[in-house]
Nanobody, 120 residues
Framework: QVQLVESGGGLVQPGGSLRLSCAAS????????MGWYRQAPGKQRELVAR???????NYADSVKGRFTISRDNAKNTVYLQMNSLKPEDTAVYYC??????????????WGQGTQVTVSS
């Protein structure tokens, strides 16, 4: 059984920073890619940032230059460093792991989501 445990969300003022963490646990052989998605009220879920096992990354245009995704493959953990936060960054942030290989097969998993609120 695979679980994604997220942490680091909270309330921050505009211009502030937060660091999100997501650790995948369980009998995992490998994970192809991990990423962060977000969903604001009344909006569709969107990709924020993604990183593959080889280190390649991609970001939503709205967060480029402000957010940095990183990954510790040995620990099956992904991080999202969020700087210069804006009110429009307010959303529930979801961790995703794709291409997760376990003893029972391969699949994708989602975290429960963590709230990020940027407000003065």
């Amino acid at each position: 059984q695979v679980q994604l445990v997220e942490s680091g969300g909270g309330l921050v003022q505009p211009g502030g920073s937060l660091r999100l963490s997501c650790a995948a646990s369980g009998s995992i052989f490998s994970i192809s890619a991990m990423g962060w998605y977000r969903q604001a009220p009344g909006k569709q879920r969107e990709l924020v940032a993604r990183i593959i096992s080889g280190g390649s990354t991609n970001y939503a245009d709205s967060v480029k230059g402000r957010f940095t995704i990183s990954r510790d493959n040995a620990k099956n953990t992904v991080y999202l460093q969020m700087n210069s936060l804006k009110p429009e960054d307010t959303a529930v942030y979801y961790c995703n792991a794709a291409g997760v290989v376990t003893g029972t097969g391969i699949g994708g998993y989602w975290g429960q989501g963590t709230q990020v609120t940027v407000s003065s």
